[in-house]
């Protein structure tokens, strides 16, 4: 089996994926995590822009996007929202089409459902794009659009580190607005490092379900970390990022010069 599902703690529905060995969401809670690890922290509905626009990447079961234009329709803003989220498998779909919460998010969420059938989906204000296939290409053939908030949320670095090296944040930096806030779960050192070096400041997300996220971003609209947290950063062992310097590397390839790279690094703080 490529999925099992998984009731989290908020009662919702994850599934944990074979491949990755891997819950696409934390077990707390997983539509509580899509609002307070993102939309929330991307500040996105905060912003005054006649026009918002948002970058999901892995968009997994959705809930990113439903908690997004649930949040945007509650408003009831003047404001249009463009969405864009990335997947590379939807082989889940078959069990994603079984998940229902039993309440109002029901009505959006099958229309979103359709969407990752077809593709788009178009509401009075809100228009969703789902484009299938590796996030690294198509962020590569991207225009300049100028997203104002990204929820990172593939596998996790160990799992899936092709979309967590530094070359993959420096390239996504090319499709973001200037006070873009990126938003992802992981605070593990090597991304924030990543991060750093990719030059967008860093800083701590929220807990959710006992868990420290990251934030970070171009501009100062988010408090980064102190100079003795990147201190400290600097000196872990772990901070060394994954590079994909053609942005077509397998996995394998990208953990490989990693290891190979912490330990030409450990040799060289040897003293002996």
Same mark, same amino acid.
């Given at each position: 089996?490529? #999925?099992?599902?998984?009731?989290?703690?908020?009662?919702?529905?994850?599934?944990?994926?074979?491949?990755?060995?891997? +819950?696409?969401?934390?077990?707390?809670?997983? #539509?509580?995590?899509?609002?307070?690890?993102?939309? #929330?922290?991307?500040?996105?509905?905060?912003?005054?822009? &006649?026009?918002?626009?948002?970058?999901?990447?892995?968009?997994?079961?959705?809930?990113?996007?439903?908690?997004?234009?649930?949040?945007?329709?509650?408003?009831? @803003?003047?404001?249009?929202? @463009?969405?864009?989220?990335? &997947?590379?498998?939807?082989?889940?779909?078959?069990? %994603?089409?079984?998940?229902?919460?039993?309440?109002?998010?029901? $009505?959006?969420?099958?229309?979103?459902?359709? +969407?990752?059938?077809?593709?788009?989906?178009?509401?009075?204000?809100?228009?969703?794009?789902?484009?299938?296939?590796? !996030?690294?290409?198509?962020?590569?053939? %991207?225009?300049?659009?100028? #997203?104002? +908030?990204?929820?990172?949320?593939?596998?996790?670095?160990?799992?899936?580190? &092709?979309?967590?090296?530094?070359?993959?944040?420096?390239?996504?930096?090319?499709? /973001?607005? @200037?006070?873009?806030?990126?938003?992802?779960? *992981? *605070?593990?050192?090597?991304? $924030?490092? !990543?991060?750093?070096?990719?030059?967008?400041?860093?800083?701590?997300?929220?807990?959710?379900?006992?868990?420290?996220?990251?934030?970070?971003?171009?501009?100062?609209?988010?408090?980064?970390?102190?100079?003795?947290?990147?201190?400290? /950063?600097?000196? =872990?062992?772990? @901070?060394?990022?994954?590079?994909?310097?053609?942005?077509?590397?397998?996995? &394998?390839?990208?953990?490989?010069?990693?290891?190979?790279? %912490?330990?030409?690094? $450990?040799?060289? =703080?040897?003293?002996?």
């Amino acid at each position: 089996m490529l #999925f099992k599902e998984i009731i989290t703690g908020d009662g919702t529905i994850t599934l944990h994926s074979a491949e990755y060995d891997e +819950a696409m969401h934390t077990v707390s809670g997983a #539509f509580e995590e899509a609002l307070c690890r993102h939309v #929330f922290p991307s500040k996105i509905l905060e912003r005054r822009d &006649e026009h918002l626009r948002a970058l999901d990447i892995g968009f997994g079961l959705g809930y990113n996007i439903l908690a997004l234009i649930s949040e945007f329709l509650r408003k009831k @803003s003047k404001q249009l929202l @463009s969405v864009i989220t990335l &997947e590379k498998d939807l082989s889940h779909l078959t069990l %994603m089409k079984r998940i229902t919460f039993g309440d109002g998010r029901d $009505r959006l969420y099958t229309q979103i459902k359709g +969407a990752a059938e077809g593709g788009d989906l178009s509401l009075e204000g809100v228009s969703l794009q789902l484009i299938m296939g590796d !996030a690294r290409e198509i962020i590569r053939e %991207m225009d300049a659009i100028g #997203f104002h +908030a990204v929820f990172h949320d593939p596998y996790s670095p160990s799992k899936n580190p &092709e979309l967590w090296t530094l070359d993959f944040f420096r390239e996504l930096k090319r499709v /973001l607005n @200037s006070e873009a806030i990126l938003t992802t779960y *992981s *605070s593990a050192a090597q991304v $924030r490092m !990543a991060l750093l070096q990719a030059g967008y400041r860093v800083g701590n997300g929220p807990i959710v379900g006992g868990k420290r996220g990251t934030l970070a971003a171009l501009s100062d609209d988010i408090q980064t970390l102190t100079e003795d947290d990147i201190d400290n /950063l600097g000196e =872990n062992s772990q @901070s060394i990022p994954y590079r994909d310097v053609h942005l077509r590397d397998s996995r &394998e390839v990208i953990r490989r010069w990693r290891a190979v790279a %912490m330990k030409k690094n $450990r040799r060289g =703080n040897d003293p002996s």
